[in-house]
């Protein structure tokens, strides 16, 4: 979780070899009974630098017990976890 007014969490995935593919503003998690205008989409999208395939974004309301949903299918999420040294450098900004 991001200091933040708004629940907001960093998120890092793997993308190797697919990265192409992924469009971005499918990424989301579906909200039972709200209409898809209210379901999040990642914040902020970027590669971490000095990477393949790795990229990191935020993700506003995230419920971390339920997998993103993308155009390639589900993502699971991994436990929190506290912020890898290889991502200290990031900073969150409201939209």
């Known amino acids: 979780m991001v200091a933040a007014r708004e629940s907001v969490h960093l998120i890092e995935i793997e993308l190797e070899g697919i990265e192409q593919h992924l469009d971005w503003s499918s990424v989301t998690q579906p909200l039972d009974g709200r209409d898809t ?4 989409v990642p914040y902020d999208e970027r590669r971490v630098p000095g990477t393949s395939g ?12 339920s997998p993103l949903r993308s155009n390639l299918g589900e993502m699971q999420l991994p436990l929190e976890s506290p912020l890898p040294n290889h991502l200290r450098f990031v900073r969150y900004e409201e939209p």
Do not use: E, K, P, T
């Open 54 to 65: 790795h990229w990191y974004f935020f993700f506003h309301y995230l419920d971390v017990s």
């Open 37 to 40: 205008s209210y379901w999040q």
